[in-house]
């Protein structure tokens, strides 16, 4: 028996079969970049002498990183893509209908099961949440892919992770993939497939589906995915602007087999997890954290940057205020969660809380824009890296955290349990 990601890649090759190791062309049905990376990628197209692009319904470009532009030089990399756009044709989001590239484009319609989609971005990997083959590239070859729709690889073999039991509370998609990633280490599964499944992930929301695909490259991954079930096929009949194709459902068999490696684990223990600087694998449980005092909170990104996350964070903060010392940057993750967040009052609880609710952007998470931090100081972020210099400063720090430690550790200015603040009312 194949692998999920064995079966659409044959499909889109138009092979058999395929195997790990094996070289393919595969043809593809989006190809994405940012307003990092277009303009290389656009610059790359000009040089190969190709007049248009293989299919302008099939190319998004989308500003996220240095969105609104914070000064001359991202202004000039935005004009760039708005007018390549705009002589192209293809689908181009502008500031104000846009939003962070892995949160928008599952939510605007444009992924669907067995789909391949690839992207200039290491965390085009979230779209494997809804059952696709998404993965990232580097700018030269979304170039290529732009010109002809086809992209050459090897294929990866699949490692395939089953979470049994049951979450503790506060526990979310966050905290298992980065206690997955602390476990394997930040090359576990390196140019490989992490399939997840297991009754917890039948239980997963959606939102914490994206989570894990999200962060899926944090362990070395070509891609995270997951099998398509009744929660996918939901999400898909509420946001899809395209028809649900038979080719899709055909890619998802019960029974799956050929996988390189099982790795399972029981999460009825897992507390939520905290990675210390500087690597995504440098993961402890909350209680073992110790005192970490902070400086800023960011609560947002292509990782957590959806509504079930900021309910989370509304949840704990309501009544509640952000610790005088503590920066809190509460970024919705697309303009469409920060309206839904605005409708249920979220924005206004993260306000009067002390935080400060800014528009879609992912400029924090980089150290490019929104939150850039100075030499010697801390950040809890809802982010997928902390690396050294990540978000500023190399003489800064990075913690990674879901949305309830992030929030908890906001109103108590040092990482700290969501159980700290437990009462009847949150119980």
């Not at 470009?61 to 000039?76: G, L």
């Not at 979304?142 to 503790?168: C, D, Q, R, S």
């Not at 400063?393 to 437990?422: D, H, N």
Request: charged share 25%.
């Amino acid at each position: 028996m194949r692998t999920l990601a064995e079966k659409i890649l044959a499909a889109y090759s138009g092979k058999e079969n395929v195997k790990p190791g094996e070289f393919v062309n595969v043809k593809v049905d989006l190809v994405l970049s940012n307003d990092i990376t277009a303009p290389l990628a656009i610059r790359e197209f000009q040089r190969l002498g190709i007049s248009k692009v293989f299919d302008s319904k099939k190319v998004i470009m989308v500003p996220d990183h240095f969105c609104p532009n914070k000064d001359i030089q991202s202004a000039e990399q935005a004009k760039l893509m708005r007018e390549f756009a705009k002589e192209q044709g293809i689908i181009y989001f502008e500031v104000g209908r846009m939003g962070i590239e892995h949160v928008l484009l599952p939510e605007q319609g444009f992924v669907l099961p067995g789909q391949v989609i690839v992207g200039a971005d290491s965390h085009t990997c979230t779209y494997g949440a809804l059952g696709a083959f998404a993965t990232g590239m580097g700018s030269t070859d979304i170039a290529v892919a732009m010109a002809i729709g086809e992209i050459w690889m090897k294929v990866p073999p699949t490692i395939n992770f089953v979470y049994h039991g049951k979450l503790p509370k506060w526990v979310g998609g966050k905290d298992l993939i980065l206690y997955t990633i602390g476990d394997i280490g930040v090359d576990g599964a390196l140019y490989s497939v992490m399939e997840f499944g297991g009754e917890v992930i039948d239980e997963l929301s959606m939102d914490g589906r994206f989570t894990m695909a999200n962060m899926a490259v944090e362990a070395g991954a070509k891609a995270g995915m997951f099998k398509v079930d009744g929660k996918t096929e939901e999400y898909i009949k509420e946001h899809s602007r395209h028809r649900y194709s038979r080719r899709s459902e055909e890619c998802y068999p019960p029974g799956n087999t050929g996988y390189s490696k099982i790795i399972e684990y029981d999460v009825s223990k897992i507390e939520p997890q905290v990675a210390f600087p500087h690597i995504p694998s440098n993961t402890k449980c909350v209680s073992q954290v110790g005192d970490i005092k902070l400086d800023q909170v960011v609560i947002g990104s292509c990782t957590n940057g959806r509504l079930d996350d900021l309910r989370v964070v509304a949840k704990l903060l309501k009544e509640k205020q952000i610790h005088p010392e503590i920066r809190c940057i509460i970024l919705p993750g697309s303009q469409k969660v920060y309206l839904d967040a605005l409708r249920e009052g979220l924005i206004e609880i993260f306000i009067e809380a002390g935080a400060v609710v800014s528009t879609p952007t992912c400029g924090p998470c980089l150290g490019g824009h929104m939150g850039v931090l100075a030499a010697g100081e801390r950040c809890l972020s809802t982010t997928n890296r902390n690396f050294v210099g990540r978000m500023g400063s190399p003489k800064s720090e990075v913690y990674l955290a879901g949305p309830a430690v992030a929030a908890v550790s906001a109103i108590l200015g040092r990482i700290a349990s969501p159980e700290e603040l437990l009462d009847s009312r949150l119980s």
